[in-house]
């Protein structure tokens, strides 16, 4: 990131090693099906989301939660806009059964900047796709206690804000937290990955 210093003098970088993230509730049947998960990818502005809510002053993630300052990011790695591609995986995967339920966007207002309006945003680009969506914000005791951790119930169909954090500038935390089958805030669980 740069950011100007409050002197008024030249730019400084400033590097923080956190990554927003919205985690996905893969138990429900309606974001179970790779598809709809690749379309709500798609489907969210990360360039936009950089200017507009941040000023640019952070950088889009490609695709990883693992930041750009951490050992084990993978720089070739991307993450494209294109809500014409995600609106036609969409129709695919209902045209296979896949359900169209309701989704709730769970926010944790003020736990970082502008992060209530980017689980707006965020809500927009789920109802551009054609989901009813809602928001539920939380204080920090409901998220942790009611959402954040497993085990993740079945019909909950919700997208949670997070933000990972590698301060020790290793991936290996923030990987086994978040993708291993014990990791507690992993949404999957496939042992043989």
């Known amino acids: 990131l740069s950011a100007d210093d409050d002197a008024g003098d030249s730019p400084r970088d400033v590097v923080i090693p956190e990554g927003v993230y919205f985690r996905i509730d893969t138990a429900c049947p309606a974001l179970a099906d790779i598809r709809v998960r690749r379309a709500i990818n798609l489907a969210i502005d990360r360039e936009t989301i ?5 000023g640019g002053l952070a950088v889009p993630a490609n695709g990883q939660i693992i930041t750009p300052s951490t050992f084990g990011h993978n720089s070739e790695l991307e993450a494209t806009y294109d809500l014409a591609e995600a609106k036609a995986l969409i ?8 359900p169209m339920s309701s989704l709730t966007v769970v926010s ?3 736990m970082f900047p502008r992060a209530d309006e980017l689980a707006q945003v965020v809500m927009q680009s789920l109802t551009d796709l054609g989901y009813d969506v ?6 920090t005791d409901a998220w942790v206690d009611e959402i954040l ?3 993740i119930p079945e019909d909950r169909c919700a997208l949670i804000e997070g933000a990972a954090g590698a301060e020790l500038g290793d991936a290996y935390p923030v990987l086994r937290t978040y993708y291993s089958s014990e990791g507690a805030l992993a949404p999957l669980s496939d042992p043989t990955f």
């Open 50 to 54: 950089v200017n507009a809510l941040f």
């Open 91 to 98: 129709e695919e995967a209902v045209a296979d059964g896949v």
């Open 108 to 110: 944790r207002p003020n």
């Open 134 to 139: 809602s928001l539920k914000p939380l204080d």
């Open 149 to 151: 951790l497993k085990p």
